[in-house]
T-cell receptor, first 114, second 113 residues
């Protein structure tokens, strides 16, 4: 089974609007971390936000927030007030306490429309 | 504060050849992980090095090997290149064995012809 599933290959959002990128995960570990990365066309993976499995509050970093629903095993990224520079690929990732590797989803391509 | 650096930026090789990619971790980091990202896919974990040893390995053949030096920099070697090895190779660094946070380099784009 896939560890990370991103079901939206592509998304469009109007500038200044909010957008939600979906991510579901699969793990039997009790302790794990969930991440979102942004990858512009240049290729570098840029860390956006982190949520620990024991964190009771949803993580927020500026315009980024992570909607963490543990029972549903979902970790959706919400970008508020979208900007043209937000156009990029977005990857959800997970690291389990039992291992050292990160598992990535297939990504969502976000396009911000002026 | 220097981030993660990788060299070379781009590389073109012929099928059957061997290639070496290099990575210098972010200052203060001692753990290096390597990922392969095929076009249109998410990164796939190759292996991780800590204290100059391979700590964990993903589902990659033995043609993929690595090394970590005392200064924590790392090399990824791929032997007997196949067309399917064409990808963006990403290096990520972190501190310690249990940290969750990792920082990525800009990647090396490998094309095998």
């Amino acid at each position: 089974a896939q560890k990370i599933t991103q079901t939206q290959p592509g998304m469009f959002v109007q500038e200044k609007e909010a957008v939600t990128l979906d991510c579901t995960y699969d793990t039997s570990d009790q302790s794990y971390g969930l991440f979102w990365y942004k990858q512009p066309s240049s290729g570098e993976m840029i860390f956006l936000i982190y949520q620990g499995s024991y964190d009771e509050q949803n993580a927020t970093e500026g315009r980024y927030s992570l909607n963490f629903q543990k029972a549903r095993k979902s970790a959706n990224l919400v970008i508020s007030a979208s900007q043209l520079g937000d156009s990029a690929m977005y990857f959800c990732a997970m690291r389990e306490i039992t291992g050292n590797q990160f598992y990535f989803g297939t990504g969502t391509s976000l396009t911000v429309i002026p | 504060d220097a981030g993660v650096t990788q060299s070379p930026t781009h590389l073109i090789k012929t099928r059957g050849q061997q290639v070496t990619l290099r990575c210098s971790p972010k200052s203060g980091h001692d753990t290096v992980s390597w990922y392969q990202q095929a076009l249109g896919q998410g990164p796939q974990f190759i292996f991780q090095y800590y204290e100059e040893e391979e700590r964990q390995r993903g589902n990659f053949p033995d043609r993929f090997s690595g090394h970590q030096f005392p200064n924590y920099s790392s090399e990824l070697n791929v032997n007997a290149l196949l067309l399917g090895d064409s990808a963006l190779y990403l290096c990520a660094s972190s501190f310690g064995r249990t940290t969750y946070e990792q920082y990525f380099g800009p990647g090396t784009r490998l094309t095998v012809t």
